[in-house]
């Protein structure tokens, strides 16, 4: 079930960019992106380092994942209202 979330995850964000960056940044986007997923899954991949889960204090690990989703929401609820949609239309760029 993860990895069709984040299928479509990753495809919504590289449609994102391919759509709304620059020529010159569109990998940028997209390498970022890959290397957010893959940090949150290494990070993610600690937890279960120890034998015992109780040890690994799932406890506390579910609960910065709940604070980091909630800080993440306001952020994006700030970027969202910030951000414009720029069209560029070919047939208007003069060479």
């Known amino acids: 079930m993860n990895g069709e979330f984040t ?3 990753y495809v919504g964000q590289l449609e994102f960019f391919n759509e709304h960056a620059p020529d010159g940044i569109r990998s940028f ?6 290397a957010s997923i893959s940090l949150g899954n290494y990070v993610s991949s600690l937890v279960g380092e120890h ?3 109780n040890k690994g204090h799932v406890d506390r690990f579910f ?5 980091l989703t909630a800080v993440d929401f306001v952020i994006y609820l700030f970027c969202a209202e910030w951000y414009k949609a720029i069209n560029i239309d070919e047939d208007s760029v003069q060479a």
């Open 7 to 9: 299928r479509s995850l």
């Open 63 to 67: 609960c910065m994942l709940a604070i």
């Open 51 to 53: 034998g015992d889960l």
């Open 29 to 34: 986007g997209s390498s970022l992106c890959m």
